[in-house]
């Protein structure tokens, strides 16, 4: 819907009829000063096109104007998809309602009274409180989008049902099919009826009873199968009691068997037994006797056999005796030959070695006086030679000490002398003189008078750098300046050159630069010779660090030679012998010595072995002669106890064998027989009886106490198995069978309902949330272009509400604690994004009434520049006291 | 000529879950079924009546139950009465249901064979049984009356007795007492008169083993139950003669009534009801609901049919029906209802979720680009602690069934 236009008459301040129209499309400013009636027309467009004509109320009387009671008639012409309509209401007094559509450019009546208003409700998509005015809730569309005076930042509720809804769902494009809504309220209620919201089952309902009864009678099911598992264990009992009883029995009786076997057994065994000891006294003195004298019988033997060995032996034993001190005799001459030999060899040896010792202490002597020769040239050589490098230095003391660096700046100072003053005669002073006749003349130059000769008609010519100083004879001096610079420049450097170079040949004592130079090349030449002396010196000395170290060891040669030669008192023939000769006879004796003592050495060791070979050989001859005395004594005991054997046995020992004989074997039988006639294992006969007594008695109890478990569990198995548990189970798993049903259907229809009303939920919220970004999108944009600030992105909740603004959703600023401003301009943007999604379908008005009193003029200006091109598809009516600041918009007075 | 009657299977207070407290009529006619038999065997001067196993359907049934089944047999003392104990109430002990004292009292002409053992018949002829001492056993029972029938004149006639399963490949169990298909021959029995399964089975071991099943019938399908044998052998060696001997009380039937045609599915179940109308306390009936309907018609159809079963002793709806839409509502559907499009594509995922498979033609979902994530399935369902894993195929089945019925229902 859109406004055309608006007639006033009796409202608020308009006593008379005011007419305010026709608007347009785009932005229409309905510009007044304050308290001026701007608000007063929008609530009494309002109320004429929402409330019925006969609505009597506050909101209705405050359209009066003041002080009176004039009746308030209002017309308001609009537009809508099915054509342009005019409504004309008066309230409270005569009341009426006249609807008139325009049809061929006239007005038509279309309704009047109730008829106008129910017509009006249905053009505009209205509804009516159950009593008294209506509220903007019930306006419809326009009630959104209109931004009241005084609620500039507060928002409808979009998620309430009807309008709210049609909003909702337009803008998310969601079809909220009244089908399906129904669909989801049926289904939510069959839900509920079965379900708590959390999916439990609802007290009373069809799931909780039958889960209730379920529950009682598994109660009793459980207590049932309680008693069936205390059967079953009692039947596992009984049988398991009545195997056992079974088995006991047969067991008791084979035990009895045994024990009484056993105990007769062990009777009879005692008797035998009694008669067996008897028995066995006689058969073990028959053993005695004929074991004593077979005892005898043997050691008679062998006390013959013994004497005979014993009479052998004693012979051998003689003849080893003889053997023996043979063998004493042989070596003990042996070794008196060889001790005989031995005192001449010792002596020979001895002599042969003193021999060796004089000659090399000889050839020691010898050799110490050749060494202390040998030093003492070597000593002569390096005096000398010391001596020469002494020298040597002494004279290179003398020279000036001048190094080859300072020789080369010398030279480098006299060439430069020389140059500067070659250039000097080329620029300098040139005289010639020819004189008339031989004379001579003198030359003062560089503070030294020469003097020059001159002949007669021949030219001299004379050069000076600056000036000459001559002394003519005959006329005078005379002194010839040059006044040139360059000769004063050069003459003066040259000056200096030379002073400096003479300055300091003299220092170093030399009078010129060749000097010099001849001095070093003599320098170098001495230090050569030092080095190559110095060197020869070290070869000489050898080994000392020094000559007198030379010479000390020279002295303590000569000394040793003279103590070793007064020790071995010199022969004159010692004195003489040749070196050769020593020589000869050192080696020889070197020979001859070791040859000597390896033969004593020899000899000693055949005296060692013969001493040994004699002392075992006399062991021997005393080990055979104490053998042979034990021999003749154990002969003569052995003779002594065959003597007494044969003795004990007056008719002969092997009588008296047969006969014991004979008894024993007599006693061995009857022992025998009666042993026979005992068990094997007789012995254990009286523990296995008192082991099968108490067996069986163990085995009789252990049977009373199973005949006790099975009568007890026969017993309980009657009483249980009459007790009819099955017809019992019977009943309750019918009435289980019922309940489960009865449980698992309400389960089934209330799980079906929840869930379909929960996919229909979730789809709803999926819709609108696909469409919630690029309304987010648009009124990013719009929010952007109205405040100008850039790169803060709005965004909103399920419902359509603003959440706030900011980078991202996870951090922005809600809407809450934004400023007032911001406030009022995001609920504007979000009106337009509204107003721009419902006018798709049919033109809609946007009233802005004083809606951005918090924002500052410059930023509503702008606003209102980005009204006329975001509202080019609305109407939009700006209500305001500052008409500067819509000045290019339409503007219409509130005059009447 | 030996003529007996051989029954089994009696099964005395069977359990009857699936009708829940429903169960009392029929236990109570198996005790019918049983006079009736007796009946007809003391009126047909049989010269015997075997139980081969399961009289009881369990040994711990009521004292109640065993008083009136003794005190039912003392009743027609002129019939002698063989008894063997089966799986179900075999003789364990003490507390099994042939050591109750009401047996102590028992008629003479009753026997219960405790543990293998012979028992003449006539002159010539001879019963042998082989009862059952525990619930499962791979021994065959009928090795025992080997011995049993060679100790027999071999003149007479032999009849065996045993209860367990056929050891017919890939039908029995290796521990449900498994018996040659060769027993009888193999024991030298003219007839072996066996008891385990619940429909009639002839024709084993050349028409000597026979398994007449049980006499009164216990679920729906069993098409070859409620009746007896009655056994005729002229001479030693002979073939028996066996007639089928009907002794059901009740009658189990079943009848689908398919809503895709309901004009023709009420003529049925006219036809249905009225074959039982004259005795419907021995009808025991199901009817299944197949095909689709609108929610308030499925309603009042299950009120009218609930009413129609009332009188019979057991009337049992089943509601399979399924709503499915044609091609073109379906596509109408989606037209008009795109959010709920996409939630039936959202069941089809949370099916995947929960049971790793397609709904496959259960489906009624179009492709969507927007498919449910795990994440948010779980989220979804958590929030109401709805646990998809523990959800089954049949849950998003009756889920798609309940918003369509639903949307039927708002759309109205």
């Known amino acids: 819907m859109i406004l055309l236009a608006v007639e006033l008459t009796h409202v608020g301040r308009f006593r008379e009829t005011i007419r305010l129209g026709p608007f347009e499309r785009g932005i229409t400013v309905l510009a007044a000063p304050n308290e001026s009636g701007k608000s007063t027309v929008m609530r009494a467009v309002a109320r004429a096109l929402f409330d019925k004509h006969t609505t009597r109320g506050d909101e209705i009387k405050s359209l009066q104007p003041a002080g009176t009671d004039l009746a308030p008639r209002i017309a308001v012409e609009f537009a809508t998809q099915a054509g342009r309509f005019r409504i004309e209401k008066t309230f409270l007094q005569s009341p009426r309602s006249l609807l008139r559509q325009e049809i061929a450019g006239s007005w038509q009546t279309v309704a009047e009274g109730d008829g106008a208003d129910l017509r009006l409700q249905e053009l505009l998509q209205s509804t009516l409180p159950g009593r008294g005015a209506t509220r903007p809730e019930h306006w419809g569309f326009f009630g959104f989008l209109w931004a009241r005076q005084g609620e500039p930042t507060a928002w409808p509720a979009l998620d309430e049902e009807g309008i709210g809804q049609r909003i909702r769902s337009q803008l998310a494009r969601v079809e909220i099919d009244p089908v399906i809504e129904a669909l989801r309220q049926q289904l939510s209620r069959d839900a509920d009826t079965i379900l708590t919201s959390t999916g439990q089952p609802k007290a009373g309902g069809a799931l909780r009873v039958a889960e209730d009864d379920l529950a009682a009678i598994e109660q009793e099911l459980a207590s049932l199968r309680r008693l069936q598992s205390e059967l079953e264990a009692s039947q596992r009992t009984y049988q398991n009691a009545l195997q056992q009883v079974a088995l006991l029995e047969k067991e008791h009786e084979d035990k009895k068997r045994i024990a009484n076997e056993t105990q007769a057994l062990a009777q009879k065994a005692e008797g035998v037994k009694h008669e067996l000891e008897t028995r066995q006294v006689e058969f073990t003195t028959a053993r005695e006797k004929l074991s004593a004298i077979v005892h005898d019988y043997d050691l008679l033997q062998q006390r013959a056999k013994d004497c005979e060995g014993l009479q052998s032996k004693q012979a051998s034993g003689q003849a080893a005796i003889g053997a023996a001190e043979h063998r004493v005799s042989a070596c003990r001459t042996q070794r008196e030959q060889a001790q005989s030999a031995r005192p001449h060899l010792e002596n020979k040896v001895q002599s042969l070695r003193q021999a060796l010792q004089r000659v090399q202490s000889l050839l020691k002597y010898r050799s110490l006086l050749s060494q202390h020769r040998v030093l003492l040239r070597q000593t002569e050589q390096a005096s000398e030679t010391v001596t020469r490098i002494q020298n040597l230095r002494a004279e290179l003391s003398r020279l000036p000490n001048i190094t080859p660096a300072k020789l080369r700046s010398w030279e480098e100072l006299a060439d430069r002398s020389r140059s500067l003053r070659a250039q000097l005669d080329v620029a300098g002073l040139e005289v010639i003189l020819t004189p008339d006749q031989d004379s001579a003349i003198q030359v003062a130059e560089a503070l030294k008078i020469r003097e020059e000769i001159l002949s007669a008609g021949k030219s001299v010519t004379l050069r000076s750098p600056q000036s000459i100083d001559l002394l003519l004879p005959g006329w005078g001096r005379v002194v010839i300046h040059s006044g040139a610079v360059e000769t004063k420049t050069l003459s003066k450097d040259l000056t200096a050159a030379e002073s400096r170079l003479q300055e300091e040949l003299k220092s170093e004592g030399l009078a010129s630069v060749p000097l010099a130079r001849e001095a070093v090349a003599r320098s170098q030449e001495l230090s050569s010779l030092v080095r190559s002396l110095e060197t020869a010196l070290k070869q000489q000395l050898e080994s000392q660090p020094s000559l007198d170290l030379l010479k000390d060891s020279a002295a303590r040669l000569l000394s040793r030679a003279d103590a070793l030669e007064a020790s071995l008192a010199l022969t004159p023939a010692e004195r003489e012998i040749s070196q050769t000769e020593l020589e000869s006879e050192d080696a020889r004796l070197a020979q001859a010595c070791p040859a000597a003592e390896a033969e004593l050495a020899a000899l000693d060791q055949k005296l060692a072995r013969l001493h040994t070979e004699e002392r075992e050989a006399g062991s021997e001859l005393q080990r055979v002669t104490q053998a042979h005395h034990t021999?003749?004594?154990?002969?003569?005991?052995?003779?002594?106890?065959?003597?007494?054997?044969?003795?004990?046995?007056?008719?002969?020992?092997?009588?008296?064998?047969?006969?014991?004989?004979?008894?024993?074997?007599?006693?061995?039988?009857?022992?025998?027989?009666?042993?026979?006639?005992?068990?094997?294992?007789?012995?254990?006969?009286?523990?296995?009886?008192?082991?099968?007594?108490?067996?069986?008695?163990?085995?009789?109890?252990?049977?009373?106490?199973?005949?006790?478990?099975?009568?007890?569990?026969?017993?309980?198995?009657?009483s249980l198995g009459g007790q009819g548990l099955y017809s019992r189970e019977t009943d309750l798993e019918e009435k289980r069978v019922e309940a489960t049903l009865r449980r698992n259907a309400a389960r089934l229809r209330g799980t079906s309902a929840r869930m379909g009303q929960l996919l229909i939920d979730f789809r709803k919220e999926a819709a609108t949330r696909s469409v919630l970004q690029p309304l987010e999108d648009r009124l990013t944009s719009t929010f952007a272009e109205m405040s100008g600030v850039q790169h803060r992105k709005v965004f909103l909740d399920d419902s359509l509400r603003i959440v706030g603004i900011g980078p991202s959703r996870d951090s922005t600023h809600r809407f809450e604690d934004l400023s007032q401003g911001a406030k009022e301009q995001l609920l504007l943007c979000l009106r337009i994004a509204v107003a721009q999604e419902l006018a798709t379908k049919e033109p809609q008005t946007l009233i802005l009434d004083d809606s951005l009193v918090n924002t500052d003029p410059a930023r509503q200006i702008r606003i209102g520049e980005g009204l006329a091109s975001l509202a080019k598809n609305l109407q939009v009516i700006v209500l305001t006291c500052h008409s500067d600041r819509y000045r290019d918009f339409q503007q219409i007075s509130l005059s009447p | 000529?030996?003529?007996?009657?051989?029954?089994?299977?009696?099964?005395?207070?069977?359990?009857?879950?699936?009708?829940?407290?429903?169960?009392?009529?029929?236990?109570?006619?198996?005790?019918?079924?049983?006079?009736?038999?007796?009946?007809?065997?003391?009126?047909?001067?049989?010269?015997?009546?075997?139980?081969?196993?399961?009289?009881?359907?369990?040994?711990?049934?009521?004292?109640?139950?065993?008083?009136?089944?003794?005190?039912?047999?003392?009743?027609?003392?002129?019939?002698?009465?063989?008894?063997?104990?089966?799986?179900?109430?075999?003789?364990?002990?003490?507390?099994?249901?042939?050591?109750?004292?009401?047996?102590?009292?028992?008629?003479?002409?009753?026997?219960?064979?405790?543990?293998?053992?012979?028992?003449?018949?006539?002159?010539?002829?001879?019963?042998?049984?082989?009862?059952?001492?525990?619930?499962?056993?791979?021994?065959?029972?009928?090795?025992?009356?080997?011995?049993?029938?060679?100790?027999?004149?071999?003149?007479?006639?032999?009849?065996?007795?045993?209860?367990?399963?056929?050891?017919?490949?890939?039908?029995?169990?290796?521990?449900?007492?498994?018996?040659?298909?060769?027993?009888?021959?193999?024991?030298?029995?003219?007839?072996?008169?066996?008891?385990?399964?619940?429909?009639?089975?002839?024709?084993?071991?050349?028409?000597?083993?026979?398994?007449?099943?049980?006499?009164?019938p216990d679920r729906f399908g069993h098409d070859q139950a409620g009746m007896?044998?009655?056994?005729?052998?002229?001479?030693?060696?002979?073939?028996?003669?066996?007639?089928?001997?009907?002794?059901?009380?009740?009658?189990?039937?079943?009848?689908?009534?398919?809503?895709?045609?309901?004009?023709?599915?009420?003529?049925?179940?006219?036809?249905?009801?009225?074959?039982?109308?004259?005795?419907?306390?021995?009808?025991?009936?199901?009817?299944?609901?197949?095909?689709?309907?609108?929610?308030?018609?499925?309603?009042?159809?299950?009120?009218?049919?609930?009413?129609?079963?009332?009188?019979?002793?057991?009337?049992?709806?089943?509601?399979?029906?399924?709503?499915?839409?044609?091609?073109?509502?379906?596509?109408?559907?989606?037209?008009?209802?795109?959010?709920?499009?996409?939630?039936?594509?959202?069941?089809?995922?949370?099916?995947?979720?929960?049971?790793?498979?397609?709904?496959?033609?259960?489906?009624?979902?179009?492709?969507?680009?927007?498919?449910?994530?795990?994440?948010?399935?779980?989220?979804?369902?958590?929030?109401?602690?709805?646990?998809?894993?523990?959800?089954?195929?049949?849950?998003?089945?009756?889920?798609?069934?309940?918003?369509?019925?639903?949307?039927?229902?708002?759309?109205?």
């Open chain 2, 228 to 412: 007896g044998a009655l056994v005729e052998i002229a001479q030693p060696g002979q073939k028996p003669h066996v007639t089928a001997i009907p002794f059901a009380t009740l009658s189990w039937q079943t009848l689908t009534f398919d809503l895709q045609n309901e004009a023709a599915a009420r003529a049925a179940l006219d036809s249905f009801l009225a074959a039982y109308r004259s005795h419907p306390d021995k009808a025991v009936l199901r009817i299944t609901l197949t095909g689709s309907s609108s929610a308030q018609h499925l309603a009042t159809l299950q009120e009218e049919l609930s009413t129609r079963l009332a009188p019979f002793l057991v009337g049992q709806l089943v509601d399979d029906t399924r709503l499915e839409l044609s091609p073109v509502e379906l596509e109408a559907l989606h037209q008009r209802h795109p959010l709920l499009s996409q939630i039936f594509a959202d069941i089809d995922q949370l099916e995947r979720f929960a049971t790793g498979q397609n709904a496959g033609s259960v489906s009624i979902a179009r492709p969507t680009d927007s498919a449910l994530s795990l994440a948010e399935a779980q989220a979804l369902l958590g929030s109401s602690r709805i646990e998809l894993a523990q959800l089954t195929r049949a849950d998003f089945v009756f889920l798609r069934q309940t918003l369509l019925r639903q949307l039927q229902e708002v759309s109205a």
């Open chain 1, 631 to 718: 021999l003749s004594l154990t002969l003569q005991t052995v003779q002594s106890q065959m003597e007494a054997l044969k003795a004990r046995y007056l008719d002969g020992l092997d009588a008296a064998r047969s006969r014991a004989q004979v008894h024993f074997a007599e006693a061995e039988a009857r022992w025998k027989a009666l042993q026979a006639q005992l068990p094997p294992d007789f012995e254990k006969l009286p523990e296995r009886n008192r082991r099968a007594t108490s067996v069986l008695q163990q085995v009789a109890n252990e049977l009373q106490q199973r005949r006790a478990e099975r009568d007890q569990a026969q017993g309980a198995l009657e």
């Open chain 2, 1 to 216: 000529m030996l003529r007996f009657l051989h029954t089994a299977d009696w099964q005395l207070g069977a359990r009857f879950s699936q009708f829940g407290s429903q169960g009392t009529p029929l236990r109570a006619a198996r005790l019918t079924t049983l006079q009736r038999a007796l009946d007809y065997a003391q009126t047909h001067a049989l010269d015997a009546f075997l139980i081969a196993g399961d009289l009881f359907e369990d040994n711990h049934v009521d004292d109640s139950l065993v008083v009136s089944v003794v005190d039912l047999f003392a009743n027609f003392s002129r019939v002698p009465i063989f008894i063997l104990p089966g799986n179900h109430d075999p003789f364990t002990g003490p507390d099994c249901v042939w050591q109750r004292k009401s047996w102590r009292k028992i008629a003479p002409h009753v026997r219960v064979f405790t543990e293998p053992g012979t028992h003449p018949l006539s002159a010539d002829a001879f019963l042998v049984a082989s009862p059952l001492r525990q619930k499962r056993s791979m021994v065959d029972p009928s090795l025992a009356l080997v011995a049993l029938a060679a100790a027999l004149p071999a003149s007479a006639i032999k009849i065996g007795l045993t209860h367990g399963a056929l050891a017919i490949e890939g039908k029995h169990q290796p521990n449900d007492f498994p018996i040659s298909l060769q027993a009888a021959s193999r024991a030298g029995l003219d007839y072996l008169g066996v008891g385990h399964w619940h429909n009639w089975l002839v024709d084993t071991d050349g028409g000597r083993i026979i398994m007449p099943g049980t006499p009164e």
